[in-house]
């Protein structure tokens, strides 16, 4: 049983298309996060959801929008890919923010050519 | 802003050794201090969690501890393996806010 579920695993595209990625967890976690980790291995946050809301959102262009239909699922959509997109996406859940262990899903590397 | 830091980026060490990673961090006062593993095409998977108020904790072969005069926590693998060898990563935790993560130290055990 996969606690935290992310697909697709690869994705490559190009330039200027529009692609989305899905996570589902089925820990029962209030809180849920996606994470974005460049070609230096550095893991930044992009978005956290709490309950289904958006509760943070650094500073991430506005081709990225998220969306959190229930709480066991929270997905990326991407629009308009540009090259410095590519990196490897996690996506991640904990019980609430702070305090708390979070579990990552096993990440999507994403490659736009 | 906060800023985190790990100083070794990549760490070698003798099977059966004792292997330890520092973390420090500026600008923040965490509530907790977190230490996962992550291995190449993988997600990152906790470890262990400390509190400001604790100096040290345990779980089996790792040892943690959390120094917030100093600001640093120190990432202790004793009797290392080759199993052991990953990228380990520090994350500041402020009870309120999402894990800021340091960019992990590469440790290899070499048999």
């Known amino acids: 049983d996969t606690a935290v579920s992310q697909t697709p695993k690869y994705l490559v595209t190009q330039m200027g298309n529009d692609k989305s990625i899905k996570c589902e967890q089925n820990l029962g976690h209030d809180t849920m996060y996606w994470y974005k980790q460049d070609s230096k291995k550095f893991l930044k946050i992009m978005f956290s959801?709490?309950?289904?809301?958006?509760?943070i959102n650094e500073t991430v262009p506005n081709r990225f929008s998220p969306k959190s239909p229930d709480k066991a699922h929270l997905n990326l959509h991407i629009n308009s890919l540009e090259l410095g997109d590519s990196a490897v996406y996690f996506c991640?859940?904990?019980?609430?923010?702070?305090?708390?262990?979070?579990?990552f899903g096993q990440g999507t590397r994403l490659t736009v050519v | 802003s906060q800023k985190i830091e790990q100083n070794s980026e990549a760490l070698n060490i003798q099977e059966g050794k004792t292997a330890t990673l520092t973390c420090n961090y500026t600008n923040y006062s965490p509530a907790y201090l977190q230490w996962y593993r992550q291995d190449p095409g993988r997600g990152p998977v906790f470890l262990l969690l400390?509190?400001?108020?604790?100096k040290e904790k345990r779980k089996e072969r790792l040892k943690v501890t959390f120094d917030t005069t100093l600001k640093q926590s120190l990432f202790h693998i004793t009797a290392s393996q080759p199993a052991d060898s990953a990228t380990y990563l520090c994350?500041?935790?402020?009870?309120?806010?999402?894990?800021?993560f340091g960019k992990g130290t590469r440790l290899s055990v070499i048999a």
């Open positions: 994350a500041l935790d402020g009870g309120n806010t999402p894990l800021v």
């Open positions: 959801y709490n309950n289904k809301e958006l509760i």
């Open positions: 991640a859940s904990s019980l609430g923010i702070g305090g708390t262990e979070a579990f």
């Open positions: 400390i509190r400001e108020n604790e």
